[in-house]
């Protein structure tokens, strides 16, 4: 079993910036792949940011490419999603998730483990 914690949500002007947290509970963060997903309004949950057990890999949505970047610190058994240059449109739930296998996986129902999720709005 693994909890989530995710923290670092709030409301910032466009062109701002945020870093979202995610704390893990259990000695074995580091078997599990991690993703960042977020959830708008009548939108389905879709995947913004993964990264492997490792950090070796990531992948990103099309949406965020070079505004956000994944990380993560096995040791602190936390992952971290910083958002730069922030729109309207990445206003949404975002949500970490945890799934204990050594590829990438960009769809919700692939992962196991969630949090309960942090608000993030921005404002135009």
């Known amino acids: 079993q693994v909890q989530l914690v995710e923290s670092g949500g709030g409301l910032v002007q466009a062109g701002g910036s945020l870093r979202l947290s995610c704390a893990a509970s259990?000695?074995?963060?580091?078997?599990?792949?991690m993703g960042w997903f977020r959830q708008a309004p009548g939108k389905e949950r879709e995947l913004v940011a993964a990264?492997?057990?490792?950090?070796?890999?990531?992948n990103y949505a099309s949406s965020v490419k070079g505004r956000f970047a994944i990380s993560r610190d096995n040791a602190k058994n936390t992952v971290f999603l910083q958002m730069n240059s922030l729109k309207p449109e990445d206003t949404a739930v975002y949500y970490c998730a945890a799934v204990q296998t050594t590829v990438l996986l960009t769809i919700p129902y692939e992962y196991d483990y969630w949090g309960q999720g942090t608000q993030v709005t921005v404002s135009s």
């Open positions: 259990g000695r074995t963060f580091s078997r599990y792949a």
């Open positions: 990264i492997s057990r490792n950090a070796g890999r990531t």
